[in-house]
């Protein structure tokens, strides 16, 4: 599996990118698809999770104003994030995991096997 990322930018706090990833390769049957986001000074962090059944989880941080999404036909997945805040501002990295978690259970970065190659967002204040 290749994932690549793009659509990271420098935009002001308040506004708004769309992050999209494109993922080739043997992907059928995968459990999850996955954002998630890291900066120099913190651990990589968890930002949105779309299950295999179609259930999101978001962190904390960005609940209300990230969204992950998918295209199937084109097996695209996108992270749509509004209202951004300097807070955001890191290396954003699409993922996708061929574990199947229960509902119950909560994906971390140790669950994904197949990353992209980051890209920077940068919010200015």
């Known amino acids: 599996v290749q994932l690549q990322a793009s659509g990271g930018g420098f935009v002001q706090a308040g506004g708004s990118l769309r992050l999209s990833c494109v993922a080739s390769?043997?992907?059928?049957?995968?459990?999850?698809v996955g954002w998630f986001r890291q900066d120099p000074a913190s651990e990589r962090e968890l930002v949105a999770v779309?299950?295999?059944?179609?259930?999101?989880d978001y962190g904390d941080s960005v609940k209300g104003r990230f969204t992950i999404s998918r295209d199937r036909a084109k097996n695209t997945y996108y992270l749509q994030m509004t209202s951004l805040k300097p807070e955001d501002t890191a290396v954003y990295y699409c993922?996708?995991?061929?574990?199947?978690?229960?509902?119950?259970?909560?994906?971390?970065?140790?669950?994904?096997?197949?990353w992209g190659q980051g890209t920077q967002v940068t919010v200015s204040s």
């Open positions: 993922a996708m995991s061929n574990r199947r978690l229960i509902s119950s259970s909560r994906y971390t970065a140790e669950d994904f096997t197949f």
């Open positions: 390769g043997r992907t059928y049957g995968m459990g999850a």
């Open positions: 779309e299950r295999w059944g179609g259930t999101t």
